[in-house]
């Protein structure tokens, strides 16, 4: 089957600690893109990448690093900068970055920091 | 800049009743426009887009979406609600002039009663 997919489902984190953010697709899109959603806030951009070896800041992405090395993987890193990284993170694929395309989403990844 | 708001945080009704969800976008070319559902600890699924074709979308689980340009809105509706649908509900806006990025709204919770 064809899909995204996250791990882990749960993540808790200490303070002071680098963690990263598993994000794979099998479905050939060329676009990915990574959220972080708080409730009550929506959806915000952190990064998103239009191609291999490409990718752009989002809205929100200080104290947050990813890499697209391969197509079908876009892992995000929160790093000690992130002030208040606890929050559920949504990864994203589409086929192209065009705004009609559709944005299938992964399960997501709710990371804690204690 | 585009922009999406959902009125009514929180939206009860109860099982059979309509269901009516609202959305309003500000944008200055034409939008494109997706609802999406998301339940608890999972990702985003799309309900149904509207991409400047016919102004009434259907979408998946009998939900259904009408454009009205004049009024900015793009709401959503179902005619009888089931215990499923409840959920939350998220409304997106995007373009096709380059910023394929989306904006999402706030949301919406649905309680659904017996």
């Known amino acids: 089957d064809g899909g995204i997919t996250q791990s882990p489902k749960y993540l808790f984190r200490k303070e002071g600690q680098n963690v990263t953010l598993s994000c794979e697709q099998n479905?050939?899109?060329?676009?990915m893109y990574w959220y972080r959603q708080d409730p009550g806030q929506g959806l915000r951009l952190i990064y998103y990448?239009?191609?291999?070896?490409?990718?752009q800041k989002g809205d929100i992405a200080e104290g947050y690093s990813v890499s697209r090395e391969k197509k079908e993987s876009f892992p995000l890193t929160v790093t000690s900068a992130q002030k208040n990284p606890t929050a559920f993170y949504l990864c994203?694929?589409?086929?192209?970055?065009?705004?009609?395309?559709?944005?299938?989403f992964g399960p997501g990844t709710r990371l804690t920091v204690l | 800049a585009q922009s999406v708001t959902q009125l009514g945080s929180h939206v009860s009704v109860s099982e059979g009743a309509l269901v009516l969800l609202r959305c309003n976008y500000s944008?200055?070319?034409?939008?494109?426009l997706f609802w999406y559902v998301q339940y608890p600890n999972q990702g985003l699924q799309l309900l149904l887009k509207?991409?400047?074709?016919?102004?009434l979308v259907k979408g998946i689980n009998g939900f259904e979406a009408e454009f009205k340009k004049s009024e900015t809105s793009f709401h959503l509706t179902k005619p009888s609600a089931h215990m499923s649908d409840a959920a939350e509900y998220f409304c997106?806006?995007?373009?096709?002039?380059?910023?394929?990025?989306?904006?999402f709204g706030t949301g919406t919770r649905l309680k659904v009663l017996a």
């Open positions: 994203a694929s589409s086929i192209e970055s065009l705004g009609t395309d559709t944005q299938y």
């Open positions: 479905l050939n899109h060329d676009a």
């Open positions: 990448s239009q191609i291999v070896n490409d990718f």
């Open positions: 944008s200055s070319v034409p939008p494109y």
């Open positions: 509207y991409t400047s074709a016919a102004t």
């Open positions: 997106a806006v995007s373009d096709a002039s380059g910023t394929y990025k989306y904006i």
